[in-house]
């Protein structure tokens, strides 16, 4: 769920998060990358970034408490 360097998965990321609810939050922001066909990548704004070390413990403690 979580990359080597702690930051997750962006496939995670998305079905976890609703990417379209959290970029109607100012967390995200909705960006296309791919015109055919139309495709978008999900990038943290600042409110986002600023979220990440939650996530990260959040991700930690779930490793530690869940995952017996």
């Given amino acids: 769920m979580t990359r080597s360097h702690g930051t997750p998965a962006p496939r995670a990321t ?13 967390v995200l922001e909705k960006v296309p990358h791919q015109e055919r066909p139309l495709r978008y990548e999900y990038r943290p704004t600042q409110a986002g970034r600023d979220l990440q070390p939650v996530l990260v413990l959040l991700g930690q403690w779930g490793d530690r408490h869940l995952a017996k």
């Avoid at 079905?15 to 939050?25: E, M």
């Fill in 14 to 26: 998305s079905s976890l998060l609703g990417c379209a609810s959290w970029s109607g939050r100012a």
